[in-house]
């Protein structure tokens, strides 16, 4: 692995369904951060971790939960999808919260029909 | 919205020419960073400039910020066909909370 990965590359997903979004960095980061990327609307912050063991909310944080068990891992829950979560969604990791570059994930394309 | 706003939303050029797109900002600021996404892909980091920095450079890269005018440009000089992508300015505020907030980008074509 080198940055990060993220995991499915894409999805189409039935209304309703639970699905988990992975996200993967071997960078030994502390803060990760989910972003959904719409059309005309940029990159808008989901929620975000400064460290293990630790969450918080962004802008949209509404159907979606996460988890940081680990330095390395943050997957992104939607527990019961809408077609108005179909969007592009990115993970994006840096060194410390607050400051300096973000690294960004490949993106997982999700369409919820 | 707490989004930044980007200027032009769209720009086409000819291979050679200069590049300049605008970013403005609502709230004060530790630092500006300049991003760009190929189609299709993640988004990569170009350039960061402090709150107490005017002007970077880095390669045909030049990043001006205007803390007065809430205001930052990226000058992108002798322009390749590979320069084509889109590109985010994204403001780190002084709260420090760690959240970047972006604006809606630029897409940029340079034609051959």
């Known amino acids: 692995i080198a940055g990060i990965t993220q995991a499915p590359t894409s999805q189409i997903l039935a209304a309703g369904r639970r699905m988990t979004l992975r996200c993967t960095q071997d960078m030994r980061h502390n803060a990760m951060y989910w972003y959904r990327q719409d059309l005309g609307l940029g990159l808008r912050l989901i929620h975000y971790?400064?460290?293990?063991?630790?969450?918080g909310k962004g802008e949209v944080p509404d159907g979606y939960s996460v988890s940081r068990a680990n330095t390395d891992d943050f997957p992104l829950t939607l527990a019961s999808a809408v077609p108005s979560q179909t969007s592009v969604y990115f993970c994006?990791?840096?060194?410390?919260?607050?400051?300096?570059?973000?690294?960004f994930g490949p993106g997982t394309r999700l369409t919820v029909l | 919205s707490q989004q930044g706003e980007e200027d032009p939303q769209a720009l086409s050029i000819q291979e050679g020419e200069n590049a300049t797109m605008n970013c403005s900002y609502k709230t004060s600021i530790n630092n500006l960073q300049w991003y760009r996404q190929n189609s299709g892909r993640g988004l990569v980091h170009l350039i960061l400039?402090?709150?107490?920095?005017r002007e970077k450079h880095s390669g045909r890269l030049r990043v001006t910020l205007d803390t007065s005018k809430k205001s930052s440009s990226l000058l992108i000089t002798a322009s390749r066909a590979a320069d084509t992508a889109s590109y985010f300015c994204a403001s780190h505020g002084s709260s420090n909370t760690g959240k970047l907030i972006f604006g809606q980008g630029t897409t940029l074509q340079v034609k051959p």
């Open positions: 994006a990791s840096s060194a410390r919260e607050g400051m300096g570059e973000q690294f």
């Open positions: 971790s400064n460290t293990a063991g630790t969450t």
């Open positions: 400039i402090r709150s107490n920095e």
